[in-house]
């Protein structure tokens, strides 16, 4: 797999697409939990419409009922809208998939106006940097360190796939691909900062990793 200062504008460009795809999920699952809630427990598929989607913006409060309760609970419990976690999640799906070709459309529109929400010129300028500065930016390990380490047999390369590459981190996982939201990070960071932690969290305990990289190529 090609590093992202390797790849050609085309190459580039399809990345950028797949992001773009991406933060179409994010948003639209909390877009359409957040009219659930609000609806009081049912779907109007009239809020299928580039307009609405639009002038959707995901709030931290959205963020933190869906991921911090609406995931952890049982099946019975009851949201603020009194629906059970169970009705939501079958009522959901079942809207996904009678809808599934307006869904398909406003994802579409979504992508071909992704530029709104982060340009493909700044896309470029967090991914294109020079070999000296591709770095995590949790761990600080550099492109030619990890392949030392590889090497040396000092590191485990999971995957063919993953590994010597660095990879784009949402700081904000739930948040849209976005200029503040987004760094290069290594596979290992990425994996271990999981939903779970904060970037300034994560920074923390990069440091530690940093340390241990460091101690493994010595
Ligand atoms: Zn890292």
Redesign the pocket.
């Known amino acids: 797999m090609k590093n992202f200062y390797e790849m050609t504008e085309t190459e580039l460009l399809s990345k950028y697409k797949l992001k773009a795809a991406d933060s179409f999920k994010s948003k639209f699952d909390l877009f359409i939990f957040d009219h659930w809630l609000e609806n009081k427990g049912s779907i109007d598929s009239t809020i299928i419409n580039s307009l609405y989607f639009d002038k959707y913006m995901i709030r931290e409060e959205s963020i933190n009922y869906y991921t911090s309760y609406y995931w952890q609970i049982c099946e019975d419990e009851i949201l603020t809208n009194n629906k059970t976690m169970k009705e939501t999640r079958d009522a959901l799906d079942d809207f996904k998939k009678t809808n599934k070709e307006k869904i398909l459309e406003l994802k579409q529109y979504y992508i071909q106006n992704f530029f709104k929400v982060f340009t493909f010129e700044e896309f470029k300028n967090l991914v294109y940097v020079p070999k000296e500065n591709y770095k995590?930016?949790?761990?600080?390990?550099s492109i030619e360190i990890i392949n030392n380490l590889i090497d040396k047999g000092k590191i485990f390369k999971k995957q063919d796939t993953r590994g010597f590459t660095l990879e784009i981190d949402r700081i904000r996982p739930n948040e849209e691909y976005k200029k503040d939201n987004c760094v290069l990070?290594?596979?290992?960071?990425?994996n271990a900062k999981t939903d779970e932690f904060s970037g300034s969290e994560f920074k923390r305990i990069?440091k530690i990793?940093?340390e241990v990289w460091k101690s493994r190529n010595n």
Do not use: D, K, L, S
């Open positions: 995590c930016f949790y761990c600080n390990i990070c290594c596979y290992w960071c990425n990069g990793i940093e």
